[in-house]
């Protein structure tokens, strides 16, 4: 079991307000994302699920019971660092077995979770061996493992890829997903690489300065962001937030439509600009159009390879039924 | 990597150094090899010629030669045991966040900076002074009969004042190690259930085990040599004469240069003896 709910729960760190009053259920067995540009809380957040902060008012329950004055140790959570948090002088199956060891687990119990895990994450071979003679993803690994033999209710992870180089990224958010899909255990994730969140999540919670933005399932996110920030951070590349007279044709302050909505022409278009810089990646191309009023840039995106480039003159539609409208607050018109 | 070239410039440039060390080392080191086999009395004839292996039977055979290795190794013994012990505790403490931590932090440093001489004197006069000292008025406060430290106690006192010199070193190098201690780790050890005693023995402990090594082996090196505290305070009796305060005796109060020079060798042996056990014990920290 792995029910978490946060009941207006608050976090000042002095005078300064870094959470204010929040509301927040995770449900047993999801997969949460925490998504959010730099500073706006993710960690923090984590860190008062984890028992490692103080909240400064609200309440914290795991599985219905109260967890807010709670010890880390008592919570039955396990949690991943960023920095990995391995303890350097110890082997890694020292490492594995420290949590079992603090909770005086009989040796052949340890022995089997920590084979199994072991086995599970590829890292049978590597038992003997100090934290310091290991690659990134295999430490990254061992940290998993050390989270996984306590069987805890839930697992906390603060952007564990983040020191990854790309293409282990990749693997390891596979191997993640996997093991979520296998243990079915609750998972709150930190990120903010929108990829992974949009493929491992159950769930994306948005926030922006400590507060919550949005909380959906990936795709709702994406067809119906509830706000003009939601908008602009879900997806890659950037959705164009158009304003001025275009808006005010569809009755709204801004509107915004994503790089991939927009049809591409040479000779006729609603809009009319000049391609600035072109990224031809083979299997898309990314377009930034200048001289569209009311957003400059404006990125396209087109499926495969054209023969467009700097200095060209294009046209753009924007397709009718994917145009989002926002009001002057930024909030959605449905 | 360095080239052929910035080799041999490093080398040349290092050259006036490693032949300076080496004069300062070498010179001292031969002319006490060289005194402890003649027979040199400076006051009653001075240099009467070669003693062949004289010296160094007669300096093992004087009764007062094994009590004084014995009194130099608890001294060493004891010093680093409350250096470190202390020094680790007083490293955590100091680590923690409070009002007034640079003050404090200079005031636990102060110490270090206090000559020998001036420290132990001060022991000497203003705590441990069996009739006027503060040490003596507790005692007298909870009415018990002043203790004659320096009589008494001979070999403790000296290594409580050695240690009260040492002790801010010992905590300064500890500080800084803890200091370079990853919270995450203590962090990820509390969520996996360490206590905050499993946390020390199983994290910072072990963070701190080079830092320790460090502090064992410099103040080896200097306690080993230890003379003005035990000058200043007991001159040598109770039982407080060092292998040093022993040369000492040899050469200036006997005055005989070539007993106190095979001395001297005795206490390089004596050195390389204890460098050479605490390199086994401690030594393998460093490495990694
Ligand atoms: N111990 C602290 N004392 C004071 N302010 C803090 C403390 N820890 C975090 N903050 C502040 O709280 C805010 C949120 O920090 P947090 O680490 O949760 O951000 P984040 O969303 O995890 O960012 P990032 O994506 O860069 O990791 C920041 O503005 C930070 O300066
Ligand atoms: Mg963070």
Same mark, same amino acid.
């Given at each position: 079991m792995g029910r978490i #709910?946060?009941? #207006?729960?608050?976090?000042?760190?002095?005078?300064?307000? /870094? $959470?204010?009053?929040?509301?927040?259920?995770?449900? !047993?067995?999801?997969?949460?994302?925490?998504?959010?540009?730099?500073?706006?809380?993710?960690?923090?957040?984590?860190?008062?699920?984890?028992? +490692?902060?103080?909240?400064?008012?609200?309440?914290?329950?795991? !599985?219905?019971?109260?967890?807010?004055?709670?010890?880390?140790?008592?919570?039955?959570?396990?949690?991943?660092?960023?920095?990995?948090?391995?303890?350097?002088?110890?082997?890694?199956?020292?490492n594995i077995a420290f949590p079992l060891r603090m909770a005086k687990m009989d040796q052949a119990e340890q022995d089997r979770r920590i084979e199994a895990a072991a086995k599970a994450l590829n890292l049978t071979d590597y038992l003997h061996r100090r934290p310091g003679q290991l690659s990134g993803g295999q430490r990254q690994r061992v940290a998993i493992g050390r989270a996984i033999v306590r069987e805890p209710a839930a697992f906390l992870f603060d952007e564990p890829l983040s020191n990854l180089d790309a293409a282990l990224r990749v693997g390891m958010r596979m191997?993640?997903?996997?093991?979520?899909?296998? +243990?079915?255990?609750?998972?709150?994730?930190?990120?903010? %690489?929108? =990829?992974?969140?949009?493929?491992?999540?159950?769930?994306? /919670?948005?926030?922006?300065?400590?507060?919550?933005? #949005?909380? @959906?399932?990936?795709?709702? +996110?994406?067809?119906?962001?509830?706000?003009?920030?939601v908008a602009g951070f879900i997806g890659s590349p950037r959705m164009n937030l158009v304003e001025g007279t275009e808006a005010a044709k569809h009755n709204a302050t801004t509107i915004g439509v994503r790089p991939?909505?927009?049809?591409?022409?040479?000779?006729?278009?609603?809009?009319? @600009?000049?391609?600035?810089?072109?990224?031809?990646?083979?299997?898309?191309?990314?377009?930034?159009?200048?001289? =569209?009023?009311?957003?400059?840039?404006?990125?396209?995106?087109?499926?495969?390879?054209?023969?467009?480039?700097?200095?060209?003159? =294009?046209?753009?539609?924007?397709?009718?039924?994917?145009?989002?409208?926002?009001?002057?607050?930024?909030?959605?018109?449905? | 990597m360095a080239t052929q070239h910035s080799r041999?410039?490093?080398?040349?440039?290092?050259?006036?150094?490693?032949?300076?060390?080496?004069?300062?080392?070498?010179?001292?080191?031969?002319?006490?090899?060289?005194?402890?086999?003649?027979?040199?009395?400076?006051?009653?004839? @001075? !240099?009467?010629?070669?003693?062949?292996?004289?010296?160094?039977?007669?300096?093992?055979?004087?009764?007062?030669?094994?009590?004084?290795?014995?009194?130099?190794?608890?001294?060493? @013994?004891?010093?680093?045991?409350?250096?470190?012990?202390?020094?680790?505790? +007083?490293? $955590?403490?100091? %680590?923690?966040?409070m009002w007034g931590q640079g003050i404090v932090r200079i005031l636990v440093i102060a110490p270090f900076f206090v000559m020998p001489t001036v420290s132990a004197l001060v022991w000497k006069n203003m705590f441990m002074d069996p009739v006027n000292g503060v040490l003596a008025h507790l005692w007298r406060f909870f009415g018990a009969d002043p203790l004659v430290w320096l009589q008494d106690a001979s070999v403790f006192s000296i290594i409580l004042i050695v240690s009260w010199q040492w002790l801010p070193f010992a905590t300064l190098i500890l500080l800084t190690a803890i200091q370079s201690l990853d919270s995450e780790q203590l962090e990820a050890a509390e969520i996996d259930g360490a206590t905050p005693l499993a946390r020390f023995f199983f994290i910072s402990l072990p963070h701190l085990s080079r830092a320790i090594t460090i502090v064992v082996l410099i103040q080896t090196i200097f306690v080993l040599a230890v003379f003005a505290e035990i000058f200043v305070t007991t001159g040598g009796a109770f039982g407080t004469r060092t292998l040093t305060y022993l040369i000492y005796q040899r050469v200036l109060e006997s005055q005989n240069i070539g007993l106190g020079s095979a001395g001297g060798v005795y206490a390089i042996i004596l050195a390389n003896i204890v460098a050479i056990f605490l390199m086994r014990i401690v030594g393998k920290n460093l490495d990694n």
């Open positions: #709910q946060l009941k #207006q729960v608050k976090k000042a760190f002095g005078d300064v307000v /870094v $959470i204010p009053p929040l509301d927040l259920e995770i449900v !047993d067995g999801e997969f949460v994302v925490f998504v959010g540009p730099s500073g706006c809380g993710k960690s923090t957040l984590l860190r008062l699920i984890a028992g +490692l902060e103080d909240t400064t008012s609200g309440v914290i329950e795991i !599985d219905g019971e109260d967890a807010t004055a709670l010890p880390p140790a008592k919570r039955r959570l396990a949690m991943v660092f960023q920095s990995y948090a391995l303890y350097p002088h110890m082997t890694v199956r020292k191997e993640i997903s996997e093991l979520h899909k296998k +243990l079915k255990t609750t998972m709150v994730y930190v990120t903010h %690489d929108q =990829v992974e969140a949009m493929t491992m999540a159950d769930k994306i /919670v948005v926030l922006q300065a400590g507060v919550i933005e #949005q909380v @959906g399932s990936p795709l709702d +996110l994406y067809h119906t962001p509830r706000n003009k920030f991939e909505h927009i049809d591409i022409s040479t000779t006729e278009g609603l809009w009319q @600009g000049t391609v600035g810089v072109a990224e031809h990646l083979g299997s898309d191309t990314f377009l930034h159009v200048h001289g =569209v009023p009311g957003c400059d840039p404006v990125t396209v995106r087109i499926a495969g390879d054209v023969a467009l480039n700097h200095g060209d003159t =294009v046209h753009l539609t924007p397709r009718a039924d994917q145009i989002h409208k926002f009001d002057a607050q930024g909030l959605r018109i449905s | 041999s410039a490093a080398r040349i440039m290092m050259a006036p150094a490693v032949f300076l060390l080496l004069v300062w080392m070498l010179v001292p080191l031969c002319m006490t090899l060289w005194f402890s086999f003649r027979n040199y009395l400076p006051l009653r004839g @001075g !240099d009467l010629g070669f003693a062949g292996f004289n010296n160094f039977t007669r300096f093992v055979s004087s009764s007062a030669f094994w009590p004084s290795v014995l009194t130099t190794l608890i001294i060493v @013994g004891g010093v680093l045991l409350i250096s470190i012990v202390f020094g680790v505790l +007083l490293a $955590i403490l100091l %680590d923690k966040p």
